[in-house]
């Protein structure tokens, strides 16, 4: 999947600087252990690391257009494009000769082919540079949905970028300064497209093209999201979905190494093990998928059933990998797993900023590091549920008539914005008014259909609030975790091709037999057990172990002491007011519970002392 950096100046030569465009590259050693390269300019640098995925000994980057001519384009890549084999052939018709079998070369050739707009051809998830002498042009390009990042801090020459806020800060002209915006962004649960925390900072937003030049930046989004009529019968649907998936999953187990899946015993994850499971059968691959679940020590015997979560998962991976034929790992976690130091400071580092879902992000690091010892890509479940309409929000009325962001329903009644107004946070920071902002920004992208109203309207705007904030902010995470152990993870139901059959599929239909993700249930009937086809939805495993709170609640009382940098945001007093509500009261974890509030303090504290961080309010 690798990792890039990059530097541009239009006013200095740059080739006496490739010291601190090193140090840029070296942050990405994560994301791309297997090599890493330079290509070094006057006015350009580009890094790259690399996860050798396919063609293992010829794909090394950046890579130049013609490596006899320098002043030919210059990429430096990461993601992976599932059509790169069609796209290869016809630019071989084209004209174009190949020297590696690399899907980075097939999209460094279409570029040369096509220009800019050749990135609206590509089926995938990527995120690159691309420079080009003969212009003197960067582009940065992400992909659609979303999926790999890309960050850019423009200087007063010109830019620095990287797959990574931590590639960019490595360098000198970059602060680490986080503002009052910064500062809501982290703590409202919105995930703002284009909002990378940091001020001058930003990260390129899904689909978009952002171009710099001498005279300066400019961007163009190449794909969005269009509303369009549905015209399908209810089988012909379900049909389509199920087409659809089973050409996605074959196309996405394309790679020079192994490849698993990452199985919690869901609907979206056993859709994906089971089709992946299916394709390997029908090429000939006699061994059998590997599948990988976590979960906690004692947690059958200490679960309770809530609004979230309503019965342990492993019971139902386990029925999932003997369905399909998979070898089927369990990772089993015990709280010193989780509370692990380093555990959480890699999380930390992995993603530069405060965690978000708590434990959930720990275990998720733990579980990927299990994966990473026998494989080197898998295949996730992401985004099913944003897109099928899986979470308790897109079913809970008053989540649905909130005139706000639906997930901030479940994170109000949990506790989690009682427990930020209880340390003073909601109030100090204006997040009312900053959620309502943003909120109203998200409303007026949404594609609208003529004639559409009442409930099928309302349902198509909570559908894309979900597509380009919450899933973005989940996509991130796996993302970031996932890759801080060289772990490349995949991710089906991101594929823009089925995005846009099912976001236009009307919500009687998606819902059609009154349960969520109807469509992909029935879409899976027959190749998965009917115990996790009539299951309820369970987000993530959470640990249930009250332990677990009580040594957050002893971290947090770690911090009131002079001089921890959390107490210029927020008082001993507050934090206090916090820790005087009863033990237990604090949810069972995730996102949405006032516990992950506790987390979010003392990782806000490890945060600023790590990345010595100047906070101005």
């Known amino acids: 999947m690798c990792g890039l950096a990059g530097w541009v100046d239009f006013e200095r030569d740059l080739t006496a600087h490739t010291e601190t465009a090193s140090a840029m590259t070296g942050t990405m050693e994560c994301r791309g252990p ?10 350009a640098i580009l890094g790259h690391r ?19 001519d320098p002043t030919q384009p210059v990429i430096t890549y990461t993601g992976e494009v599932y059509n790169f084999q069609e796209l290869r052939e016809e630019l071989r018709g084209l004209g174009h000769v190949f020297r590696t079998t690399s899907d980075t070369e097939v999209v460094l050739r279409a570029y040369v082919e096509w220009g800019a707009g050749f990135a609206d051809r590509l089926n995938g998830i990527y995120a690159f540079a691309i420079w080009d002498p003969r212009t ?3 582009l940065l390009i992400r992909d659609r949905m979303g999926v790999k990042p890309l960050y850019y801090y423009p200087t007063t020459a010109g830019v620095l970028f990287g797959s990574e806020p931590k590639a960019i800060l490595a360098h000198d002209e970059a602060e680490a300064v986080v503002d009052a915006e910064g500062l809501k962004e982290i703590f409202s649960i919105v995930k703002t497209p284009g909002h990378a925390v940091y001020r001058g900072m930003y990260e390129v937003k899904p689909a978009t093209i952002v171009r710099f030049v001498r005279e300066g930046r400019s961007e163009e989004k190449y794909w969005e999201l269009e509303a369009r009529p549905h015209t399908d019968d209810l089988d012909t649907t379900i049909g389509h979905v199920r087409e659809l998936l089973e050409d996605i999953v074959e196309r996405q187990l394309v790679a020079d190494v192994t490849v698993g899946t990452l199985l919690s015993g869901g609907l979206d994850s056993s859709a994906v093990t089971a089709l992946a499971a299916k394709a390997l059968t029908k090429q000939g691959v006699e061994q059998p998928i590997r599948a990988f679940s976590v979960d906690f020590v004692g947690h059958d015997e200490r679960f309770e059933a809530n609004v979230q979560w309503a019965d342990p998962d492993t019971p139902f991976a386990v029925e999932v990998a003997e369905r399909v034929g998979a070898e089927h790992i369990i990772v089993e976690l015990d709280n010193e797993d989780i509370l692990d130091p380093e555990v959480r400071a890699t999380v930390l580092r992995a993603q530069d900023l405060p965690v978000s879902t708590g434990d ?3 275990s998720l690091l733990i579980l990927c590091r299990a994966l990473k010892e026998q494989m080197t890509v898998a295949l996730s479940g992401e985004a099913a549920d944003e897109l099928f309409g899986g979470y308790t929000w897109f079913h809970d009325k008053e989540a649905v008539e909130s005139n706000s962001f639906p997930w901030h329903h479940p994170f109000e009644k949990a506790g989690g914005i009682g427990a930020l107004k209880t340390v003073g946070l909601w109030d100090k920071l204006g997040l009312t008014e900053y959620v309502k902002g943003r909120y109203a920004e998200a409303l007026d992208e949404v594609p609208r259909l003529d004639g559409e109203s009442g409930l099928e309207e309302r349902m198509r705007e909570v559908t894309y609030l979900n597509l380009t904030r919450w899933e973005n902010f989940l996509l991130d995470r796996k993302d970031r975790i996932s890759m801080a152990v060289s772990l490349e993870v995949r991710v089906p139901f991101t ?7 099912v976001y236009n599929t009307p919500w009687a239909m998606k819902t059609f037999d009154g349960r969520e993700k109807s469509l992909l249930r029935a879409s899976m009937r027959g190749l998965l057990p009917d115990s996790v086809l009539d299951r309820k939805k369970n987000p993530y495993p959470s640990t249930q172990d009250r332990k677990y709170e009580l040594a957050l609640r002893e971290q947090v009382e770690a911090l009131l002491v002079e001089g921890a940098p959390v107490l210029g945001l927020v008082s001993e007093a507050d934090i206090r007011k916090l820790l005087d509500v009863p033990e237990g009261s604090y949810g069972v974890g995730g996102p949405w519970s006032a516990r992950a509030v506790l987390e979010r303090l003392i990782e806000f504290d490890t945060w600023v002392r790590e990345y010595d961080v100047r906070v101005e309010l």
Do not use: F
Not at 50 to 68: F, S, T, W, Y
């Open 50 to 68: 690399r996860l050798a995925i396919i063609d293992l000994e010829g794909g090394k980057q950046p890579m130049v257009a013609d490596v006899d």
């Open 136 to 138: 003197e042009e960067l």
């Open 360 to 362: 959930m992000e720990y």
């Open 34 to 43: 297997d090599a890493g390269g330079l290509w070094t300019s006057t006015h």
């Open 495 to 501: 594929d823009h091709r089925l995005v846009e059959y």
